[in-house]
């Protein structure tokens, strides 16, 4: 196996698996990441079911994925449920890669403004009485907080997985690459935007877009070409 190959990274599928399932055949990776916006039917395994077992399978969630009832149980509470890789560093293939699921939502945090919550307790606790104690809504659930933004920079990782963008990219946002130096990574790959393209942000860091249904080796290089799609 190429070194190179040993670990892909898919752009947002938004239903459609074929273009990953074909790359894991043809290039036999020990793992693959998937970087968001899944818009499951199914349960993540079934539409994988391809390549179950042929390769290791790990994810960050996406705004899509919060978008329906079903379509988070169909990730969270899948047979993959355990391969999430949103804020922790998880070791693959020999390398330390953390995850960064979610978007910036300006009702919770929307840098480079100051957060509106401390935390989601904090957010909860200021509530109206009759609806504190129910369960927090799934947009909420699907932004990223300022509390465990914070903690995941006191972590050390190779890679950094994330669905919105960096600010390398025009609709990105700084905090991630100031996140990425942090954790003394050297690259970081996304989705969400639906564009293939790489740069370079500050401490050297290389920033790797992967577009919808596209998928990118170690190097940044594009092994399936992307189709047009939704953000």
Request: glycine share 8%; aromatic share 8%; proline share 6%.
């Amino acid at each position: 196996m190429n070194p190179k190959h040993k670990i892909l990274f898919a752009g947002d599928p938004h239903g459609d698996f074929k273009p990953l399932i074909a790359a894991v055949h043809q290039y036999k990776p020990e793992a693959v990441v998937l970087l968001g916006d899944y818009d499951l039917e199914m349960p993540l395994e079934v539409c994988l079911q391809d390549i179950v077992g042929l390769t290791q399978i790990w994810w960050i969630a996406g705004n899509h994925d919060f978008e329906t009832p079903s379509k988070h149980k169909h990730l969270f509470d899948s047979a993959l449920a355990d391969k999430g890789l949103h804020l922790k560093v998880t070791e693959i293939a020999g390398l330390r890669i953390a995850g960064l699921g979610g978007i910036f939502l300006g009702r919770v945090w929307y840098p480079p403004q100051q957060p509106k919550w401390r935390n989601k307790q904090h957010y909860l606790h200021n509530q109206p009485a009759h609806t504190r104690h129910t369960a927090m809504s799934l947009k909420y659930k699907g932004a990223i907080w300022h509390d465990e933004f914070e903690a995941l920079k006191t972590l050390k990782a190779d890679i950094l997985v994330t669905h919105e963008a960096p600010g390398a990219h025009r609709h990105g946002f700084d905090v991630i690459g100031e996140l990425a130096a942090a954790m003394g990574v050297k690259n970081i790959f996304h989705g969400h935007l639906h564009e293939n393209y790489a740069a370079i942000v500050k401490n050297n860091i290389k920033v790797v877009g992967v577009a919808d249904r596209a998928v990118a080796d170690l190097m940044g290089n594009c092994l399936v070409p992307p189709l047009s799609g939704l953000v």
